[in-house]
């Protein structure tokens, strides 16, 4: 294998790997926002439960207004039957104190009953709240584990680089240019090998004369269907 070759695929794995890490890194937000939306459903969750409770409440406030209404009309009442000197107006009086005292009776039934609906909102509420903390806690650790994955990887693709760099003056000025624009437009394999009279990048036969070439391996071969460096699978 000519060392110019030789150069090229080291480089290679070191720009493959490269590639490879800035793909990693690239998904990472992908993978948070994932994490991030298992909280949705109990966020929700929590979410309406807490608005039953409010609405709950605003019923049984203007339960406890109507009750109060009424009693303060059965106050003002029984001042008038207390007033009054006339039987007719006073029978009438007890009348209207008896219609409101039901609704009060009413009313209290309603307002127990709403008062046991909002225990069990509440507890629903509790139990929510309780599913959404055991799953923020899970959504924490995936968070941290992606953490430590950019952090791993960050780290890999700076180690990476360096290496790279390094390489660079073993590679043949002349080559590189040809290297670089097929790393760019055959997706990161510039340098293949060739087996069987097949280029390994494109699967295309090769002619005979590029066969004879790559196995000598006294210059640099490229396919002529696909253009990627060629060198001997053996």
């Not at 992908?30 to 949705?40: C, F, G, P, S, V």
């Not at 003002?76 to 107006?89: A, D, H, I, S, V």
């Not at 003056?169 to 060739?194: C, F, H, I, N, W």
Request: proline residues 2%; negative net charge; glycine residues 4%.
């Amino acid at each position: 294998m000519l060392e110019d070759v030789r150069a090229l695929l080291i480089l290679q794995d070191r720009d493959r790997r490269l590639m490879a890490l800035a793909k990693d890194l690239e998904r990472l937000p992908q993978d948070e926002a994932r994490a991030k939306t298992k909280l949705a459903g109990d966020e929700a969750a929590v979410a309406k439960a807490k608005e039953a409770i409010v609405e709950a409440e605003l019923r049984l406030k203007r339960l406890e207004i109507d009750t109060g209404t009424r009693n303060t009309t059965i106050q003002r009442l029984k001042t008038q039957q207390f007033e009054t000197r006339k039987n007719e107006e006073y029978q009438a009086l007890g009348h209207e104190i008896t219609r409101y005292e039901k609704e009060i009776d009413d009313l209290e039934t309603k307002e127990l009953e709403l008062m046991e609906e909002l225990d069990q909102l509440r507890a629903k509420h509790a139990d929510a709240q309780k599913a959404l903390a055991r799953t923020q806690g899970l959504v924490d650790e995936d968070l941290a584990m992606i953490a430590q994955r950019r952090e791993r990887t960050e780290a890999e693709r700076i180690e990476v680089s360096a290496e790279r760099e390094k390489l660079l003056p073993g590679v043949s000025e002349d080559m590189l240019p040809l290297y670089q624009r097929l790393m760019r437009t055959k997706d990161g394999l510039a340098v293949v090998p060739m087996k069987d009279g097949k280029c390994e990048g494109c699967h295309m036969k090769v002619i005979a004369s590029t066969i004879m070439k790559v196995h000598t391996a006294k210059e640099i071969c490229q396919c002529e269907n696909c253009g990627r460096i060629l060198y001997d699978a053996d």
